[in-house]
């Protein structure tokens, strides 16, 4: 059974950086696509980046570009997001997910997940 682990969230004052970890246990996941979503108090569920089954692309959203970069470390089932620049905006539940049947198409769309990690508070505030 996969198991998804989050760490890493925080508080952290606008300008400032965080690093956020997704282990995976259960499974060796390097044929699944895996992702970062976040949620924030009152809103939907939001892609913020991710990468293709193969792992050959990265995809995010338009509201992070140039602020947060996702990464991966094969031999330890583990994806990484480093989000820079942080703004009040992110503030948010930030989950990751793992799934073997996302496409380009559906990505972006929760549904097509079929692992979610518990997720980790992301709170920038001054």
């Known amino acids: 059974q996969v198991q998804l682990a989050e760490s890493g969230g925080g508080l952290v004052q606008p300008g400032g950086s965080l690093r956020l970890s997704c282990a995976a246990s259960g499974r060796t996941l390097s044929t699944y696509a895996r992702a970062w979503f976040r949620q924030a108090p009152g809103k939907e569920r939001e892609y913020v980046a991710g990468?293709?089954?193969?792992?050959?692309?990265?995809y995010y959203a338009d509201s992070v570009k140039g602020r947060f970069t996702i990464s991966r470390d094969n031999a330890k089932n583990t994806i990484y997001l480093q989000m820079d620049s942080l703004q009040p905006e992110d503030t948010a539940v930030y989950s990751c997910a793992a799934g073997r049947g996302v496409i380009t198409s559906n990505l972006r769309n929760g549904a097509a997940y079929d692992h979610w990690g518990q997720g980790t508070q992301v709170t920038v505030t001054s």
């Open positions: 990468f293709s089954r193969t792992g050959g692309y990265t």
